[in-house]
């Protein structure tokens, strides 16, 4: 396979998990960068060894200098993904987009329509469906080893620390900012069930709201800071703890401390704590976003599927337990125990044992389960082939499983049973990518 060559917008810790990847592979090289932190804008540019010509603080400064390479990934704040996404695939660059793919229905479906004109392929980053363990799970129940697909149960564990770097003190606190969590955190999720059903549900009904982390929830006598707080040391959401726990640890000062401070000391992460959003108790933040959701869905077929996030949780792997006709089956993002209802046979495989080299089985640690790294060697295969069917989903699917989770805020901020029509069908989306006559095929790629 020749080399892709990417342009990374957005060098934050996702952009540069999959500038990372394709490095390290040999399939990509990244040739030029655009990111306005002056401090990760100046690391990937001598990570990838990026010309000083090719470094840009602004996606608009790379459309302007017109096609600099075969495909781009967009990794910028949610917000900010619909503008780079249709101004850079009308230049005809092949797109790998962070997810979620807007924060809007509207700007979605305009990704998805540039896409679709310039006839390029674009890949939102559903990294759950390429790990090992999904593939497996996916290639059981087309198969039908438990029958007709009657009933799912699933847990996204979003961890109690978790929850509050990201959804109470981070980037993703606030909805006038960011975008409801069931979007930003679960979007994952409900993309994996629409996936493993291969249909989108006819109806759907939604629970949860903010409970605990807002002022009420406070105990008597705490500071607003944790540093200041006489209580800090009792508090699960210690910031002290969790940050200073870091230090040390690569993995864990890449994330979650790179977002609280670049100074990977004693001293820089007192500073930050003292001064930043990440040092403020989490009963004392301007948070809005829920810290639980329930989410019921049901399909033509009359099966049904729950869905839980909820913050109160340790940080593991998601839990899924599915129901069929002939068999039952339990996963953990790692194993899968399937039981046989018409012999009563028992069976456990252990997915980790079937990852690919490069590509690793799952881990609470990473939480994508080696789905970065099977995403990211997908996309830049494809576009080496010009083969949309190497993906395991394209623009189309992609907004149809968003208008699930659109669909469920909906239902949830108004009490009400919302139903989606034909165009949300995942399966009509999918049928048009696999179709009875094989999968579109791109336009040959030609580097710049």
Known sequence: MSQVTMVLVGAGLRGMTYARRALATGAGRVVAVAEPDPRRRARAAEEFGVPPERVYTDWSDVAAAGKLADACVIATQDRLHTEPAVALADLGYHILLEKPMATGEDEAAAIADAARRNDILLAVCHVLRYTPYTRLLKRLLDGGRIGGLVSVQHLEPVGWWHHAHSFVRGNW????????????????DIDWLVHLFGRTPRK??????????????????????????????????????????????????FWPLSAVTDDHTETGVLDALRTGPYGRCVYACDNDVVDHQVVGMEFDSGATCSFTMSAFTPMEQRRTRLLGTHGFIDGDGNTLRLVDFRDGSEETIDTSTRATAGSP????????????????????????????????????????????????????????????????????????????????????????
């Open 173 to 188: 606190r606030r909805q006038d900012t960011s975008a409801p969590m069931l979007l930003t955190k679960s979007c994952h």
């Open 361 to 448: 089985g799952p881990s609470p640690e990473d939480g994508h389960g080696g789905g970065d790294e099977a995403l990211t060697d997908a996309f830049l295969t494809a576009v080496a082939a010009g083969d949309a069917s190497l993906l395991l989903s394209d623009a189309a699917e992609s907004l149809a499983s968003h208008r699930v989770v659109w669909a469920a805020e909906r239902a949830r901020v108004t009490g009400t049973v919302v139903e989606l029509d034909e165009r949300d069908d995942v399966a009509s989306a999918a049928g048009v990518r696999n179709g009875d006559g094989g999968a579109p095929r791109v336009a040959p790629r030609s580097s710049p």
């Open 204 to 253: 759907v009904s939604s629970f949860g709201g903010l409970t605990h982390f807002r002022p009420e929830g406070a105990p008597a006598g705490a500071a607003d800071r944790c540093l200041d707080c006489p209580l800090e040391k009792d508090c699960p959401y210690s910031a002290k703890r969790l940050y200073l726990g870091c230090l040390g640890d690569p993995d864990q000062e």
